[in-house]
């Protein structure tokens, strides 16, 4: 009797499609197709090399959050002049080239890579041999204001910007300069040494105007070490002690590792709202590039801290938080920022504006802008928290006192009979509330080119580009002849609207 052959039987696939997006392999960094699924309740990019092999990287840790967040999107705004044209496709043709879909909200200008520390979680390599020169700052900024007119902030990172020998003469021809009020607010990216060891520089930094954009990653010992190569918790607080002291105003920058310092991020938060000084909190969780892909956790299998577990860590460490006040920041893709703001109550508590403002006002005030508007949408948005108020069937002691801080806020700041500057109200606004933000760098393994395109933070370049950060960290800066003098490319430059070059360029 012949035995009948058992048919094959068809598999499922491990996980539901979901969307198609193009990546880098993690390895060779060339383009690839990639997948978006969904698998027990998260999100994966799964993406083959066909040199290194198959790589499926979880890009969130909550599915229904993941396609929520989608919904939160504007427009964008696009930039007064482009610089390249789309010539090879995202993401060969940085930048911004005609097919980017949102303006610079976030610059950062790069002055130096000199560092007198080697933080292995730092998402640079800095090479110490290179000092930008007068003549390239002022050529930068220009080109700058030449593509935006106007911008809310900008921040002067490196290496250690503090230690550029002419770091002040740099901030002077952003705020005193041709361009004096066109950039509202000029961050500093430090580490904080020179504002701790040196009071005379401090009081200048004072002076001058500036925001410190402070690493502040831990308050206890043991943690700098892991993240920042020494020991750093005496300095750090020294440097607090003089921010207070000095009343410099300051924005706190943790960056978090799975595992080791994620257990603090309430109390970092925590810190940041007691201090006048800090007008926002900038949580970045660590990304696996630069120096933090190589040094500290060569694959980020098991180290990777998404978005939603940010919002859930918080949610666990503050007794009063809820992880429903985050939402995504419109004016960049959803997985790349998200944020609340918490408004000052007369009695000194926080309540966050989700809680009492309509949240389509509330989105509309944040589109497009690295910072929470201060102009008429910000006023009727409270304006409409008043009447809901009173229109509550019942107004407990929590909405009284939220309705009474409002109308004071908005007594100070919206008057018609002693009317304020914009500035000002900006600065009573930012008195009154503290911005608490995610900001979830890429790195080679999710890589994501829909990310890319809405990217609104982007490095400023002395030939007049604007590089989308995590594409420039990820595919052009280790061409970056200021950087790595002896860097060959392997692919073809991006082209530029002019179709003619003035300046070296940074290749891919």
Not at 47 to 69: L, M, N, T, W
Not at 230 to 236: A, G, P, R, S
Request: hydrophobic share 35%.
């Amino acid at each position: 009797m012949t035995a009948i052959p058992i048919a094959p039987e068809k598999r499922s696939r491990d996980g539901a499609f979901f969307g198609y997006t193009r990546s880098i392999c993690p390895t060779c960094k060339k383009n690839l197709d990639a997948h978006i699924v969904l698998r027990d309740g998260r999100v994966f990019m799964q993406k083959r090399c066909p040199q290194h092999g198959y790589f499926d990287v979880e890009i969130s840790s909550d599915a229904e959050y993941y396609i929520k967040s989608l919904s939160y999107t504007k427009p964008g705004t696009m930039p007064l002049r482009f610089a390249t044209k789309v010539e090879h496709g995202c993401p060969s043709d940085c930048g911004l080239c005609e097919d980017h879909l949102q303006h610079t909200c976030s610059p950062i200008l790069e002055i130096n890579d000199v560092c007198d520390l080697e933080c292995p979680v730092c998402i640079v390599r800095n090479q110490h041999g290179y000092t930008m020169s007068f003549e390239d700052f002022k050529r930068s900024v220009d080109n700058l204001i030449a593509a935006e007119g106007e911008l809310s902030i900008l921040l002067l990172s490196g290496g250690e910007p503090t230690l550029h020998p002419q770091f002040f003469d740099f901030c002077d021809y952003v705020q005193k300069g041709p361009h004096a009020g066109k950039i509202k607010r000029l961050l500093i990216s430090t580490h904080g040494r020179r504002i701790a060891n040196n009071l005379r520089f401090a009081e200048r930094f004072k002076a001058g105007g500036m925001y410190a954009s402070l690493q502040f990653d831990s308050l206890r010992p043991g943690v700098y070490p892991k993240l920042r190569g020494i020991e750093l918790l005496d300095m750090k607080l020294k440097c607090l002690d003089h921010i207070r002291e000095l009343d410099i105003p300051t924005v706190l920058v943790p960056t978090v590792s799975k595992g080791d310092n994620s257990d603090e991020l309430g109390a970092l938060v925590q810190l940041g709202l007691e201090m006048n000084q800090v007008s926002s909190i900038v949580i970045q969780p660590m990304a696996h590039t630069g120096d933090g892909g190589d040094r500290y956790h060569a694959n980020p299998a098991g180290h990777r801290l998404t978005m939603p577990e940010v919002h859930q860590l918080l949610e666990e460490q503050l007794p009063w938080f809820k992880r429903e006040y985050w939402h995504p920041v419109p004016c960049s893709h959803p997985s790349c920022y998200t944020a609340t703001y918490l408004f000052r109550l007369e009695d000194g508590r926080y309540v966050a504006l989700p809680e009492f403002v309509n949240i389509r006002q509330y989105l509309d005030a944040m589109a497009n802008r690295a910072i929470l508007r201060s102009d008429d949408a910000l006023e009727k948005m409270l304006l409409d928290s008043i009447t809901n108020l009173w229109s509550a069937t019942k107004v407990g002691e929590s909405s009284a006192m939220i309705l009474a801080s409002v109308k004071t806020f908005l007594r100070e700041t919206f008057n018609s009979r002693n009317p304020l500057t914009p500035g000002e109200i900006e600065r009573k606004a930012e008195a009154r509330s503290k911005a608490l933000f995610i900001h979830a760098f890429m790195d080679p393994w999710d890589l994501d080119v829909a990310r890319l395109k809405k990217c609104c933070t982007h490095y400023v370049m002395p030939d007049g580009r604007l590089m989308p950060g995590c594409s420039y960290n990820n595919l052009y800066r280790h061409y970056d002849t200021r950087f790595f003098p002896n860097a060959k490319p392997d692919r073809p430059d991006p082209v530029p609207v002019t179709g003619r070059r003035e300046l070296p360029v940074l290749r891919q």
